[in-house]
Antibody, heavy 119, light 111 residues
């Protein structure tokens, strides 16, 4: 079965750090751009970050630039999101996703991992 | 970067057709045919239903269709069914520093 499974979410204090992981199975992620999308409680989807198949290109939404780092381990088939200097407004469910059949869309999603930033 | 503009809510009776608009700018929707649409049921991950403006992934009902005119993309749901009640989001590629942007989201209610 082709799937993405996120982990690493939890409760963290403002200013703290967290690393999210996304394990892929049934696909070889080295062929695909990989993306993180988040959704704050009761809010809409927000595109967060993307990384090229070989890891050479990384792009971010302005609100996380300098604080979040997207990375990938292709041999292990994992995607990561290192989140530093976390803010209350980073509280959200974080999804990893990819476009397998449509490179500019996201046709494979994980189930999401919840991140709560609170004191 | 501002989100693409969608109506907050759209409703219709079973069997009817509804249209959800997604308005952007010359930097996103107006510039590229890389508009996609996602359906999200409560507590679930989003699901791709339209990509590249009007293409349906395998397995998606042909009751869903998409189009674009100028800076506005549209999702049309025909033959509305109870299972279509969900949130819908558009997404577009952009030429800004942030390469993708989602719409504000539309809640579809089946009356």
């Amino acid at each position: 079965e082709v799937q993405l499974v996120e982990s690493g979410g939890g409760l963290v204090q403002p200013g703290g750090s967290l690393r999210l992981s996304c394990a892929a199975s049934g696909i070889t992620i080295s062929r695909f751009w990989m993306t993180w999308v988040r959704q704050a409680p009761g809010k809409g989807l927000e595109w967060v970050a993307i990384v090229k198949p070989d890891g050479s290109v990384k792009q971010y939404v302005d609100s996380v630039k300098g604080r979040f780092t997207i990375s990938r381990d292709n041999p292990k088939n994992f995607l990561y999101l290192q989140m530093n200097s976390l803010r209350v407004e980073d509280t959200a469910v974080y999804y990893c996703a990819s476009g397998l059949a449509a490179p500019y869309a996201l046709d494979l999603w994980g189930q999401g991992t919840k991140v709560t930033v609170s004191s | 970067q501002s989100a693409l503009t969608q109506p907050a809510s759209v409703s219709g009776s079973p069997g009817q057709s509804i249209t959800i608009s997604c308005t952007g700018t010359s930097s996103d929707v107006g510039a590229y045919n890389y508009v996609s649409w996602y359906q999200q049921h409560p507590g679930k991950a989003p699901k791709l239903i339209i990509y590249e403006v009007s293409n349906r992934p395998s397995g998606v009902s042909d009751r869903f269709s998409g189009s674009k005119s100028g800076h506005t993309a549209s999702l049309i749901i025909s033959g509305l069914q109870a299972e279509d009640e969900a949130d819908y989001y558009c997404k577009s590629y952009t030429n800004r520093s942030t390469p993708y942007v989602f719409g504000t989201g539309t809640k579809v209610t089946v009356l």
